[in-house]
T-cell receptor
Framework: AQSVTQLGSHVSVSEGALVLLRCNYS??????LFWYVQYPNQGLQLLLK??????LVKGINGFEAEFKKSETSFHLTKPSAHMSDAAEYFC???????????FGTGTRLLVSP | ETGVTQTPRHLVMGMTNKKSLKCEQH?????MYWYKQSAKKPLELMFV???????ENNSVPSRFSPECPNSSHLFLHLHTLQPEDSALYLC?????????????FGNGTRLTVT
């Protein structure tokens, strides 16, 4: 079975501060992991993906995530938040052979000036 | 032109109405998906088509009926819906129904059932 847990339905940061969005996964085999972002009134957009190559994955808009097998985590970070980063972020996991992507419940990022 | 286009963007329908949602992808992908997004719930996969063949029906009620006439078009036919069916319906496509093919989403249809 595979699942993903996103800790914190809302995260608030100030502009320029570090962004850290948490994602923990459960999978019986080494998984593929994704982060998607959803801006208001839009669909989801791929930020980055981990597919068993480098454990530190760089994505669009300055975001990156690190795969840590020992912690079953795939947290999303950005060194300096921008107002335009305010959106909802979804972590997703798929176990090879399952062919079914499982999404977390999402974390809404709020950025204040 | 965006990669995945959904129409209409908003739809209000009564419980006795029949309506259809349309999705079109311009990415040359072979797999297409319908997802339901409700507040405070994870995205729910409804249907998957791979090379026009339905490969997944995630225990969706029969009042939702998908149609995939070709690899570029996907429809969701709706009839006798319930108020709890009100949600954002997202269409997505991917290169194939493989494990690491990322999904490309449309902007969704916001459905309200009255």
């Amino acid at each position: 079975a595979q699942s993903v847990t996103q800790l914190g339905s809302h995260v608030s940061v100030s502009e320029g501060a570090l962004v850290l969005l948490r994602c923990n996964y459960s999978s019986s085999v080494p998984p593929y992991l994704f982060w998607y972002v959803q801006y208001p009134n839009q669909g989801l957009q791929l930020l980055l993906k981990y597919t068993s190559a480098a454990t530190l994955v760089k994505g669009i808009n300055g975001f990156e995530a690190e795969f840590k097998k020992s912690e079953t985590s795939f947290h999303l970070t950005k060194p300096s938040a921008h107002m335009s980063d305010a959106a909802e972020y979804f972590c997703a996991v798929i176990s090879p052979g399952f062919q079914k992507l499982v999404f977390g419940t999402g974390t809404r990022l709020l950025v204040s000036p | 032109e965006t990669g995945v286009t959904q129409t209409p963007r908003h739809l209000v329908m009564g419980m006795t109405n029949k309506k259809s949602l349309k999705c079109e992808q311009h990415l040359g992908h072979n797999a297409m998906y319908w997802y339901k997004q409700s507040a405070k719930k994870p995205l729910e996969l409804m249907f998957v088509y791979n090379f026009k063949e339905q490969t997944e029906n995630n225990s969706v009620p029969s009042r939702f009926s998908p149609e995939c006439p070709n690899s570029s078009h996907l429809f969701l036919h709706l009839h006798t819906l319930q108020p709890e069916d009100s949600a954002l319906y997202l269409c997505a496509s991917s290169q194939g129904q493989t494990d690491n093919s990322p999904l490309h989403f449309g902007n969704g249809t916001r459905l309200t059932v009255t």
